[in-house]
């Protein structure tokens, strides 16, 4: 048995380490689109309120809307602020994953270039060997004909 058919099911298990990776770095993408759309929709509606607010204080509010705006506007700001931290957190989640895969990739890529030089290796050595029985062949042929061996 060959080195490089021996060393076959490590390959196997880091390409199979490397997709694993490759899927987590793509759902820690996804949760990092999903987080920075959320705080999208939260800063559009803050800003969607607060320009209703300046139409309804421009025909008049009451006191009691002012203080419930206020109130809102502070929630919303603090909610704001949670979806900001919420994505800086899913950001470095997706900055580790990315790490890990590319360390992933590069030990599959490392084993796949070690395997190559082998496999080349192997070829050269079976080459050389076909062709030393060639030889081997046609030498004694040619004796044969001579009449050197019999």
């Known amino acids: 048995m060959t080195r490089s058919t021996r060393i076959a099911p490590v390959q196997k ?3 199979g380490k490397e997709q694993a990776q490759a899927r987590k770095l ?3 993408q996804q949760a990092v689109a999903a987080a920075e759309g959320r705080l999208e929709e ?22 009691h809307v002012l203080q419930d705006y206020r109130a809102f506007m502070v929630r919303l700001v603090d909610a704001i602020r949670q979806q900001e931290q ?5 950001k ?13 990739a590069r030990q599959s890529r490392g084993l796949d ?4 030089g082998w496999k080349r290796q192997e070829e050269q050595l079976a080459d050389r060997r076909d062709q030393a029985a060639t030889d081997e062949r046609a030498l004694s042929m ?5 009449g050197v061996i019999g």
């Open 13 to 15: 298990v880091l390409e």
């Open 26 to 28: 793509g759902l820690a």
């Open 42 to 63: 939260l800063r559009s509606y803050q800003a969607d309120y607060a320009a209703g607010f300046d139409k309804q204080v421009a025909h008049g509010a009451a006191v």
């Open 86 to 90: 919420l994505v800086e957190k899913q």
């Open 92 to 104: 470095l989640e997706m900055a580790m994953q990315t790490a890990y895969w590319q360390s992933a």
């Open 113 to 116: 270039s070690v395997v190559a």
């Open 142 to 146: 040619l004796l044969r004909k001579t």
